[in-house]
């Protein structure tokens, strides 16, 4: 069982920074998949981010934020982060950790809505003024 509690959000003007963190509970945090996707009012949830047991080099990115948005994880303190840097509006939305032990970060990416994801957390909400 693994638990996921995001954090992070807040409001913030367009071009700036947040930086989320996801804590998971459970001794095999370092055996899944970590991503992130968001859900923005009268929207669908989306994919954001992804990135593999063993973090590094193996991440993969919306097209949406590619280049503006970094994940990165710590398997020693059972932490992702997404920091996330030039903030658009369109940004604004509830973003979500999701955690998953039987996929690539490039699949979760083809997953669109995350549907079938072992773990949720109850998501932590940005929003981007103009």
């Known amino acids: 069982q693994v638990q996921l509690v995001e954090s992070g959000g807040g409001l913030v003007q367009a071009g700036g920074s947040l930086r989320l963190s996801c804590a998971a509970s459970g001794r095999t945090f370092s055996r899944y998949v970590m991503g992130w996707f968001r859900q923005a009012p009268g929207k669908e949830r989306e994919f954001v981010a992804a990135i593999s047991w063993s973090g590094g080099s193996s991440t993969y990115y919306a097209d949406s934020v590619k280049g503006r948005f970094t994940i990165s994880r710590d398997n020693a303190k059972n932490t992702v982060y997404l920091q996330m840097n030039s903030l658009k509006p369109e940004d604004t939305a509830v973003y979500y950790c999701?955690?998953?032990?039987?996929?690539?970060?490039?699949?979760?990416?083809?997953?669109?809505?995350?549907?079938?994801?072992?773990?949720w957390g109850k998501g932590t909400l940005v929003t981007v003024s103009s």
């Open positions: 999701a955690a998953d032990s039987i996929t690539t970060p490039q699949a979760m990416g083809a997953n669109k809505g995350g549907y079938g994801m072992d773990y």
